[in-house]
């Protein structure tokens, strides 16, 4: 595998040194502050990623001040208690988007951020107690258990949230092939899943950064070469 000090200086190089680099790989996630997250603003992010994936990101920003209204700023408790009705209503409200199919994902994940909640004190306290070293597992729990949260959306779930996650773009997997890693060149197996985390983990042992931060170094050193403020735009960090 390539010494992840050559990716970086690549990316640094890219982006127009070291300094904009660093600018762009946002702030240090946290996970133990993941615990203090509420269950309403949990499941809003959730149903915002849901929402967003294979859609305009930027549309569906513009219209979360609806989704918040319309799906009862996302408390599950008194989502659940909602009647038939009100979730047929809403494929016809112009607040949202009118996706029948994610529209009950959130009614599904309502009754599964409650579940989890009541088990362990809270929904955001299960996530902060999950072994950082481990994505991968819990990206498997969360599409297995959730509604519509496997592949990316789960990983951007994640993120959002201010977990330590890495996001596997073509950019980040390409990046990794091109530094000698033996993966699929689009890698969802369990066995490629694991290769990309036991050598993540490898990088964040040698070079103490934050997973979040190496995953957006590896996108950043390959691919389209898109602008600093481009990326900042499209992270919503401008």
Do not use: C
């Amino acid at each position: 595998m390539a010494d992840f000090k050559k990716i970086r200086a690549r990316a640094a190089k890219r982006k127009g040194g070291e300094e904009e680099l660093t600018s762009l790989l946002g702030p240090a996630p946290d996970n133990a502050a993941v615990a203090d997250i509420p269950d309403d603003r949990i499941l809003s992010i959730m149903a915002e990623r849901v929402f967003a994936a294979g859609f305009v990101w930027r549309v569906i920003e513009q219209k979360w001040p609806g989704f918040e209204e319309a799906f009862l700023r996302f408390e599950p408790k008194r989502l659940l208690f909602q009647p038939d009705d009100f979730w047929h209503d809403l494929t016809a409200d112009q607040r949202i988007v009118r996706n029948p199919q994610k529209i009950k994902s959130v009614r599904d994940n309502a009754a599964f951020v409650e579940r989890v909640s009541k088990e362990y004190g809270g929904f955001g306290k299960f996530l902060a107690e999950w072994p950082d070293d481990d994505q991968v597992g819990l990206m498997a729990w969360l599409g297995k258990h959730g509604s519509r949260l496997g592949g990316n959306t789960g990983q951007y779930f994640l993120r959002w949230l201010g977990w330590d996650a890495f996001v596997i773009s073509g950019d980040m997997a390409a990046a990794l092939r091109d530094a000698g890693l033996d993966i699929a060149e689009s890698p969802t197996s369990k066995k490629d899943l694991d290769k990309i985390q036991r050598q993540i983990n490898q990088w964040a042992a040698e070079t103490h950064l934050p997973r979040r931060h190496i995953s957006r170094i590896l996108a950043m050193s390959i691919g389209e070469n898109h602008s600093p403020q481009a990326l900042r735009e499209y992270m919503g960090d401008d």
